[in-house]
T-cell receptor, first 113, second 117 residues
């Protein structure tokens, strides 16, 4: 069964600094990979996904993520963080061979003004 | 653009009481899902419906039942609530008829916070 690890509970970053949220995954086959963001008292919103092709995926709000097959990672990045980026970020993986989607436990990002 | 609408937003139950969480989407999506979110555990799938007329169990179906009333609506019922069902419940929907297969993106509702005393 597939699984996702988001090793850090909370990521603190100063406004204007680069932001990285880490995600590693485990699947038996080839993955589809996703990032979602959750603002307080809201549902999850889609940010970006990796299906195939270019390992660098660009998404909403200036976010991007890099697929690294050898390290089984899909880290989320933003070159310059905004206070409004403070939210809970979820990585998710789906094995193309089955019908299940696994979410990580989420990372709280706090951008300090 | 309503998207996915869940009701109620908040509910407090006593152990043993029953209730139904309602979900409706206006995006003409085929697949719908119910997740629960617990601190430090991410989202766990309770049930899903790949298309109108079908439902399937997810990771944590025990204590729940679902009904896909029509293409728009997918309800979650707790027949006899337990404190372990205290959680935030999210309904979601996606295009396609493959349920969780493929690269379908999920659109989530705002959530329903349930407390069972």
């Amino acid at each position: 069964a597939q699984s996702v690890a988001q090793p850090e509970d909370q990521v603190n970053v100063a406004e204007g600094n680069p932001l990285t949220v880490k995600c590693t995954y485990s699947v038996s086959g080839n993955p589809y990979l996703f990032w979602y963001v959750q603002y307080p008292n809201r549902g999850l919103q889609f940010l970006l996904k990796y299906i195939t092709g270019d390992n660098l995926v660009k998404g909403s709000y200036g976010f991007e993520a890099e697929f690294n097959k050898s390290q089984t990672s899909f880290h989320l990045k933003k070159p310059s963080a905004l206070v409004s980026d403070s939210a809970l970020y979820f990585c998710a993986v789906r094995d193309r061979g089955n019908n299940r989607l696994a979410f990580g436990k989420g990372n709280q990002v706090v951008v300090i003004p | 653009n309503a998207g996915v609408t869940q009701t109620p937003k908040f509910q407090v139950l006593k152990t043993g009481q029953s209730m139904t969480l309602q979900c409706a989407q206006d995006m003409n999506h085929n697949s719908m899902y119910w997740y629960r979110q617990d601190p430090g555990m991410g989202l766990r799938l309770i049930y899903y419906s790949a298309s109108e007329g079908t439902t399937d169990k997810g990771e944590v179906p025990n204590g729940y039942n679902v009904s896909r009333l029509n293409k728009r609506e997918f309800s979650l019922r707790l027949e006899s609530a337990a404190p372990s069902q205290t959680s935030v419940y999210f309904c979601a929907s996606s295009t396609g008829t493959g349920g969780l297969s493929g690269a379908n993106v999920l659109t989530f509702g705002a959530g329903s916070r349930l407390t069972v005393l």
